[in-house]
């Protein structure tokens, strides 16, 4: 059975994933 949030569960992570990366690269140009 998969999780009754799945594929959106999935997806925000993939998008906190990118957002935390992107903010990691921002912070090294500061």
Known sequence: LSH???P???DAK???EEILE???EYV???
């Open 14 to 16: 993939d998008l906190l």
């Open 22 to 24: 992107a903010n990691r």
């Open 4 to 6: 009754p949030l799945g």
């Open 28 to 30: 090294k140009l500061e």
């Open 8 to 10: 959106d569960v999935e």
